[in-house]
């Protein structure tokens, strides 16, 4: 067993009242660690607590209680080596629009006392990683978003950092620039640097994630790797039907009431612009449906993804 690099037992943020608002617990008492060359995801919706849990990891917020030891430190007490020793990719890149690509690595650099030869020669060597190679002496405004968004991965390596933390690390990138990105995370994850990010993004989460905890409400829902949660809390396949607004309720009755519900479609899930119906077999379900009258605007059978593994955990999407 390799020392994780990452251990929290009881973990919790609870901020303070604010006028006539009560504390809110953020983060509720989680335990997880991550392991070297490992790529660990924290997923659930907005307000679950991932980015209070990142804060935290990161050292710049304080636990109001539990224990966390990043690199084998407290990020309280030795917060400053913690942070020489990861990078950083928050939700909002934080670039200096103003300055040039290299500039912005150079002074990065300078942050944390590299020497401007090290520097010229990372810079060269992240340029590269992040295809940025002819964007050089260009100014960050003049980017798209996802060659903003893989300067900003390459900046938060400029210290060789250990770990790497990402926020949501491609949202509002087109699919092309999503994957350009997954690729270079990939990369660095073969290379030995450990991975923890947070995602709205089901496919994102499958594809990078060696194991991840589900979080509602602060604590954890679920744990494991995205096949074992699936396999675990859903069925293979998954019936989505599209009906009339008026119909819906009308029909999510008589699909519970009938054989389809305890036969080919072990559980209905009802969403406000469609029916779940999950199955070992999304055509034999649709098949039943359709025996008993019913015929849907639209009928898609696919695999059971994460995102059906918060909704049956939680009753709740991941994008609420």
Same mark, same amino acid.
């Given at each position: ?11 919790? /943020?609870?901020?303070? *009242? ?19 060359? @490992? ?13 209070? =849990? ?34 950083? $990719? ?7 629009? @103003? ?30 990683? *992040?295809?940025?190679?002819? /964007? ?40 092309? *620039? ?10 660095? /994850? ?8 947070? =995602? ?20 954890? $829902? *679920?744990?494991? =790797? ?5 396999? @675990? ?20 009755? /008589? ?53 059906? $593994? ?11």
């Amino acid at each position: 067993m390799h020392k994780a690099l990452i251990e929290a037992v009881g973990l919790t /943020k609870i901020y303070p *009242a604010r006028g006539s608002s009560e504390a809110f617990r953020a983060v509720d008492g989680i335990d997880f660690e991550v392991g070297p060359g @490992e790529a660990f995801g924290l997923l659930g919706p907005n307000g679950a607590g991932k980015s209070s =849990t990142m804060r935290m990891i990161s050292a710049i917020s304080p636990p109001t209680a539990g224990t966390l030891r990043v690199l084998g430190m407290d990020p309280v007490r030795d917060g400053s080596s913690v942070r020489r020793r990861i990078g950083v $990719v928050s939700q909002d890149d934080c670039l200096d629009q @103003e300055l040039t690509v290299g500039e912005n690595l150079y002074i990065y650099g300078r942050y944390f006392g590299l020497s401007r030869g090290v520097i010229r020669k990372r810079s060269a060597e992240l340029l590269a990683f *992040a295809q940025l190679e002819d /964007k050089r002496d260009d100014q960050v405004d003049m980017l798209s978003g996802g060659m903003r968004r893989r300067l900003a991965i390459a900046r938060a390596l400029i210290n060789e950092p250990e770990i790497l933390l990402l926020d949501e690390p491609t949202t509002g990138l087109d699919p092309q *620039a999503r994957h350009l990105l997954w690729d270079r995370l990939f990369r660095l /994850k073969k290379s030995g640097v450990c991975l923890v990010l947070t =995602t709205h993004y089901m496919d994102e989460a499958e594809q990078l994630c060696d194991r991840l905890v589900v979080i509602d409400c602060g604590g954890i $829902v *679920a744990r494991g =790797t995205p096949r074992d949660l699936i396999r @675990e809390h859903v069925t293979r396949e998954v019936l989505e039907l599209r009906l009339d607004d008026d119909e819906q309720d009308t029909v999510a009755q /008589k699909l519970r009431s009938s054989s389809v519900a305890s036969g080919e479609g072990e559980h209905i899930e009802e969403l406000p612009d469609r029916l779940l119906v999950y199955a070992a077999d999304g055509d034999a379900a649709l098949a039943a449906v359709r025996a008993l009258g019913v015929e849907p605007l639209t009928a898609l059978v696919r695999r059971a993804t994460l995102e059906d $593994v918060f909704l049956r955990l939680t009753g709740r999407s991941l994008v609420d």
